[in-house]
Every structure is written in structure tokens, then in C-alpha cells.
């Protein structure tokens, strides 16, 4: 069964720390992982997007990294700010038809505290 | 920020009424999509639709239904509402086509049905 599952559920951090939110899947075969970010009552913005063959890739602070052999995914954060506090999305897509199917994980939902 | 619009935002309404959630797009995309969402749980696709006149259902069964009679609106209704329909339905859309595609996301309809 192709399933995403993000762990923590929930981290709460303090401004200007570091953290990391963990993406494991097993969806098959794969095209693409993505990472949102959905603030509370918003639609999900895109982060990233890395395919089979790129294992990092960066969007300002935020930095995704790929390991398509153990199909594990991480999001780093860097120097946190109050408007990182949102749920962070894990999305994986399959290659199972011409325009994929995507599978999306519950999310890690990060408050960042003054 | 993403031209995908989505109205109303919230909407609280009784049981056994028609509803009509607004979605329209300014992209020129072709591909629209319809997600459902309950609170910390991952997103559902319903409804999905290649461009004018073509409709599909999603993986999650849903009693709405959706048409396509123009690129850029995409409007999702229930015919009956019923507490169960209560959940927060989110708007999306793509270009079409093989290759990596990003999909925008708009900003929600919370709908409640008392």
C-alpha cells in the first residue's frame, strides 16, 4: 500500500533554533517528493520539489534532502521564525500513470515560540 | 502567491441544502482538482478535471459532484448537505502534461453543516 508518513506530528521550537521534520513513504514507483508549508485556514504552498535523482535541494531557510534508496525524505529549517510556525507537508507522486497520482502525508504541525 | 481563487471562505449552513463552492483560476491551467481535508489529517483528492467538459472522481468517495464548462472555474456542489459533508475543501490546478508539474493550491472553503 503506497502510504507517507511524517513523524513528528507536532514539534514546538523556539525562534532562531534549528529542526527537522522526517518523511518516510513507500510509494512505487516514484517520481517526485515534494514539501509544503499550510498555514492555519490556507491552501498549501510549495517548498520544494526533488525528483529520483536529485538528493538535496534548497528554498531560503528551508532545505529538503532525499535519500530514494532507504525512501526517506527530511525538511531542515534554519534560523526558525515565528511565520515558520504551520503544518509542513510531505508529498510523494508516482509515475503509475502519464500525470502521477499524488500521496500525501499528515503533516508536521511546527510552533515556533518568541 | 498563486491566481486561484476560492469562495465563500467559510459557510455554515443546514442540513438538506444545495451548496455551490466557487473555485476559478487566472493561470490558464488545465488541470483543476478538488481536495478534502479534515483537521490534522492528510488531504483527499474527490474530484479532478483534465480541462472543459472532462470530470473524474478522485480516490475518496464523495456524494459532490463537480462540471467544467469553462478553463478557469471549476465549481464543486452538494446537491443535499449533511453533518458529515463538514470538512474544509480545498481548490487546486496544474498544467498538463508529462513532466514535473506544481500544483497551486487556493485558500479553502471551511464548510460546516449544523
Known amino acids: 500500500k503506497n502510504q507517507v508518513e511524517q513523524s513528528p506530528q507536532s514539534l514546538i521550537i523556539l525562534e532562531g533554533k534549528n529542526c527537522t521534520l522526517q518523511c518516510n513513504y513507500t510509494v512505487s514507483p516514484f517520481s517526485n517528493l515534494r514539501w509544503y508549508k499550510q498555514d492555519t485556514g490556507r491552501g498549501p504552498v510549495s517548498l520544494t520539489i526533488?525528483?529520483?535523482?536529485?538528493n538535496t535541494k534548497s528554498n531560503g531557510r528551508y532545505t529538503a534532502t532525499l535519500d530514494a534508496d532507504t525512501k526517506q525524505s527530511s525538511l531542515h529549517i534554519t534560523a526558525s521564525q515565528l511565520s515558520d510556525s504551520a503544518s509542513y507537508i510531505c508529498?510523494?507522486?508516482?509515475?503509475?500513470?502519464?500525470?502521477?497520482?499524488?500521496?500525501f502525508g499528515r503533516g508536521t504541525q511546527l510552533t515556533v515560540w518568541p | 502567491e498563486a491566481d486561484i481563487y476560492q469562495t465563500p471562505r467559510y459557510l455554515v449552513i443546514g442540513t438538506g441544502k444545495k451548496i455551490t463552492l466557487e473555485c476559478s483560476q487566472t493561470?490558464?491551467?488545465?488541470?483543476m482538482y478538488w481536495y478534502q481535508q479534515d483537521p490534522g489529517m492528510e488531504l483527499h483528492l474527490i474530484h479532478y478535471s483534465y480541462g472543459v467538459n472532462s470530470t473524474e472522481k478522485g480516490d475518496l468517495s464523495s456524494e459532490s459532484t463537480v462540471s467544467r464548462i469553462r478553463t478557469e472555474h471549476f465549481p464543486l456542489t452538494l446537491e443535499s448537505a449533511r453533518p458529515s459533508h463538514t470538512s474544509q475543501y480545498l481548490c487546486?490546478?496544474?498544467?498538463?502534461?508529462?513532466?514535473?508539474?506544481?500544483?497551486?493550491f487556493g485558500p479553502g472553503t471551511r464548510l460546516t453543516v449544523t
Open positions: 508529498v510523494v507522486s508516482d509515475r503509475g500513470s502519464t500525470l502521477g497520482r499524488l500521496y
Open positions: 493561470m490558464g491551467h488545465d488541470k
Open positions: 526533488m525528483t529520483f535523482s536529485e
Open positions: 487546486a490546478s496544474s498544467e498538463l502534461g508529462p513532466g514535473l508539474y506544481e500544483q497551486y
